[in-house]
Every structure is written in C-alpha cells, then in structure tokens.
C-alpha cells in the first residue's frame, strides 16, 4: 500500500482545512487508518484513527471536537477535516494504514504516507 498526504497548508487561527490521504492497491477498505502528527523537536503523536468500515473513531484529547475523519473506500481515501485550528496545531501531518495492536502507536502501523505541512499563524 502506498499512501499520498495532501492538503496542508498555511491558515489563520481559527481557520480550517481539510488533509486527504490517497491509498494505492486494492486492499485500502479493509485496512484501518490513523493520522499522525510531529511537530519541531517532538515525537510524532496520534491525532485519529477510523476503522476500515468507518464506523469507528478515535481521537486525541487535544483535537477532540474540533477534528473530523472519515473515509471514501470507493475512492480509496481517507480525510481529516480540521475546524477551529491552533497555532499548536502547527506539524507535520502523517496518514498511516493497517495497524496491528493498539491505533495510538506509530509502531503499529505497517504503511506510512510522506506526510504534508500545517502551519497556522497567530
């Protein structure tokens, strides 16, 4: 499975965006997904996680009614819609496919995309 990251950008507080995340091969709808984060000198983390059905979600307490993810299995893509952004919210953001073991870990994830930039300004 390849997997592409777009979206990112630079926004205003306050703003938002939408990152999408394009599988490659066949298999994407029976895979879980996650998106991940790291921002300068800090260790990567879990923003959320969507079961291969969609019906299932996970996020992390900092993102947590402000954040949306989803998934378009026909389309091979799965999307963070991120509302209400903060400057905290300033990383690099990592898609990531068919975990083994608990969602909230990078270790458990066998397929990374390259991941895109998100800047917001004060």
Same mark, same amino acid.
């Given at each position: ?26 298999? !994407? ?6 998106? !991940? ?8 983390? !879990? ?19 402000? !954040? ?55």
């Amino acid at each position: 499975v390849q997997l592409q990251a777009s979206g990112g950008g630079l926004v205003q507080a306050g703003g938002s965006l939408r990152l999408s995340c394009a599988a490659s091969g066949r298999t !994407f709808s029976s895979y879980a997904m996650g998106w !991940f984060r790291q921002a300068p000198a800090k260790e990567r983390e !879990f923003v959320a996680a969507i079961g291969w059905h969609g019906g299932s979600t996970d996020y992390a307490d900092s993102v947590k009614g402000r !954040f949306t993810i989803s998934r378009d299995n026909a389309r091979n893509t799965v999307y963070l819609q991120m509302n209400s952004l903060k400057p905290e919210d300033t990383a690099v953001y990592y898609c990531a496919a068919d975990p083994r073991g608990s969602v909230y870990y990078t270790n458990s994830y066998n397929y990374w995309g390259q991941g895109t930039l998100v800047t917001v300004s004060s």
